[in-house]
């Protein structure tokens, strides 16, 4: 029975985001928004830490899909926490794979990320995981995206490839 509400759960969250991400977001200080920035409302003041299992993984289409062969859907998950199901948007499926963690059903995870609202539901936007014991820092302090970013023809910009776990990559200096 928990199986099915969780999935249905799932389904629900999905498809909501789809409304939101067909929505204009709204800009300015500690926003994100659109084409790659996020999927809606980061602030850094509201920052949460959740932990456990990963119950589910969805992917969902980014709000300004681009051309040029590269994944544009985003990673939604879904932890089983102590406090119940914490749902977390993680970052593209493409930069993901780059980075060599995409978690699967059943990893340990840990995530810390802004808390928010999306359709009345709450979420956490991400800043950061870990799966596995293993970390990836997905934004800065004030939730822009470290991912590198697509033009609308679909190549990527100087510094692609950069990784901000370390190794050849540039740390963001906090």
Known sequence: MRKVISILTLIMIVGLAGLVLAQTAPTGPGISA????????????????????????ATFPRMRAGRGGLDRRTVVVVLKTDQGPAVAHLGPVWYLQQENLLPQAGD???VTGSKTTLNGKPVIIARDFKANGRPLKLRDEQGQPLWPQMPVGGSQVPGAGKSPRGGQGQESGQ
């Open 108 to 110: 340990k995870m840990e």
């Open 34 to 57: 659109g084409g790659g920035k996020g999927i809606g409302i980061y602030d850094p003041k509201t920052l949460t830490t959740v932990k456990g299992p990963a119950e589910s993984l």
